[in-house]
């Protein structure tokens, strides 16, 4: 077997931390099939430790929003044009795109000239918004691989062939932290009720949820005597002051969602994690309102949390933009700290999420697809 292995280059991108994530873990997959693969492109710390020649970092590439974006138009420009410059010096194999789909499917259209084969892993949500992107994988993608259930039937049923690999947060790691670990790191009691604060993993999102983040936390303080909050800080964002004692948690986030009591939480992958981990949580986001604005008109989900989506119906709460107030935070969350009807039933939802997202395995079924392309030409 290894006299057939030859040395492959590979241009990956991800932009945000979650991609980071899910890119270190691709390439690990990969180099395990072939340990003559290579890495050049974006990314972030993981994918920097599974040996990725890194042109940008993520946290320099983390834009959301459509008026930031306009905000970021130069930069984001200059990172195309290097990474475009780069692919035709390199001339790799093939090209990994990890989700980031407003940079992605862009360099994936200036490629075309470049013959070379493009993956996508972590498909764009089409489903949701902006479906007329489907023409740029009619054109673009040379193969798709989906982490959602339901997306490899809607891919499919509109030209695009797709696999479903399962997702990653089947693979349920061991914690590195346990819960005694976590108590005696903080200084908490286990009678101690946990506030997890998971305020987002971009800078602009921080100063967006923030300040209804912490008053929501001090209104519950008031309340509750032996409620603690403490926050899942990301790497690469700066958080503001405080009037109450909030501790911080920047080594071990999941740790901080796997032993909270319950968690408010800024829309995104932080959302499902929880329930992956089975911490009850309330859903929240806030654009700036230009940003939200163009982002209702366009969004045809039904719903914002990736939870609700894979369930079909609502079992977190979810408070968007104006309605992402202290008192509709602060309500919503009282009962999911006592052992609440709405607390049991919310976990009984978190179940049936769980058992939806496939088998493990996910990360080695992806990379043996992409490899098989590759190879095959």
Known sequence: MKDKLKKTTFFIVAGESSGDLHGAKLMRAMKKNNPLSSFVGLGGDGMVAEGLDKMYHTDELAIMGFSEVVKHLPFMLNVMGESLGRLRQLRPDRIILIDYPGFNLRLAKNCQRLNIP?????????????????????????????IFPFEQGWFESRGVSANYVGHPFSEIEKLKTNKLQFLNKHDLKKTDKILTLLPGSRQQEIDHHWPVFIETAQALCQDIPNLKVIVGKSSGVSLPGSRIEILIEKDDVRAAMAHGTVALTASGTATLECAVLDTPEIVCYKMSSLSGFIAKRLNKSPFAAMVNIIAGRKIVPEFLQN???????????????????????????FDEVRRSLGLPGVYDRAATLILKRTNNG
């Open 118 to 146: 493009i993956s996508y892993f972590i498909l764009p949500q089409l489903w949701a918004w902006k479906e007329n992107r489907i023409k740029s994988f009619h054109k673009y993608i040379d193969q798709s691989l989906c």
């Open 323 to 349: 309605d992402m107030t202290v008192n509709n935070l602060v309500g919503a969350i009282k009962p999911l700290l006592k052992n609440s009807q709405k607390r049991r039933t919310m976990l009984k939802g």
